[in-house]
């Protein structure tokens, strides 16, 4: 059994001894080396042939496949683009701030004077009893004193005066006005309050729009986002501005605000009582920046 060599035909026929040889088993064992020989052979033939052929098929068209392409040369031009035109301010639009209303002219006339009798009561008493300071000679007497009173002029205000001297403040009055409209009005009067305003004739917000893109906003900081001014101005009968005067300049710019305001239009002139009237205005605006 040491000597069976285990890949030759005598352990087969230890292994099938006795058996039916003629089983396909034993026929399998029998061929079993010629198949292994011929399955290697056929297996190295194969990868020699796969291996073999990348190489020959890499070696014929390899640049293919290693990116190698025509390039084409491109040439870049530098082209200057023109600059962005600025942003416009907006403007915001602000509702007319109506004026306080003036408080009505009181005339400082001449207080009326009320004559106050001061009467003394009358006792009876013993004529020892009656003092001498209540008596009056008959000298004492003339056309402006009647036994049992006297008189004095007194203001309203219960102040008594002397005699001579004037009640109340006449020298200090002023000369009460008129109401309603009279011939005699002045023509140049301005006029706070009228039944229509003056007004430009593209309105406020066309108006507006046109201010903030003819004013010249000063470098104001990053800090800033507005610029606030307030104009007051007096619109003549041909709508043209006059007396233009700054109320409000945080940022000083009220000089700049008075050029625009002078380039603009004329506005439509107010109307009072069907007639045209100059008119005080004030005219509050917001400008934005560093948007």
């Not at 020959?56 to 040369?73: C, I, M, P, R, W």
């Not at 006005?177 to 009005?185: C, L």
């Not at 000063?218 to 619109?235: A, N, S």
Request: glycine fraction near 10%; charged fraction near 35%.
């Amino acid at each position: 059994m040491a000597n069976i060599n285990l890949f030759g035909k005598g352990w087969t026929n230890i292994v099938f001894e006795g058996r039916n040889k003629e089983y396909g088993a034993y026929k399998l064992r029998e061929e079993n080396p010629k198949t292994t020989l011929l399955a290697l052979l056929l297996g190295i033939l194969c990868l020699g042939l796969a291996f073999g052929g990348s190489y020959a098929y890499t070696s014929l068209f390899g640049d293919k496949f290693n990116g190698k392409k025509d390039v084409e040369e491109v040439s870049v031009t530098e082209v200057e683009l023109p600059p962005l035109p600025e942003p416009e301010p907006e403007v915001e639009e602000i509702k007319e701030e109506p004026l306080p209303e003036p408080e009505p002219e009181q005339a400082d006339a001449s207080k009326s004077v009320q004559e106050e009798v001061k009467y003394v009561e009358t006792v009876v008493k013993k004529d020892e009893e009656v003092k001498n300071e209540q008596k009056t000679s008959q000298k004492d007497f003339d056309d402006t004193k009647t036994s049992g009173r006297e008189d004095n002029a007194a203001d309203k205000d219960g102040d008594f005066k002397s005699k001579g001297e004037k009640t109340g403040d006449a020298e200090k009055g002023s000369k009460g006005k008129g109401t309603g409209d009279k011939k005699g009005d002045d023509e140049n009067k301005v006029y706070s309050f009228v039944q229509q305003k003056a007004a430009p004739a593209e309105g406020l917000p066309k108006f507006y729009s046109n201010y903030a893109r003819k004013f010249n906003a000063p470098d104001v900081g990053g800090g800033v986002t507005e610029i606030v001014v307030r104009l007051k101005f007096v619109v003549e009968k041909n709508g043209e501005f006059t007396d233009i005067q700054v109320l409000d300049d945080k940022q000083g710019v009220g000089r700049e605000a008075i050029r625009v305001l002078k380039s603009m239009p004329n506005w439509q002139p107010a109307q009072h009582n069907g007639k045209t009237v100059r008119s005080s205005f004030t005219l509050p605006i917001k400008i934005k920046v560093n948007n």
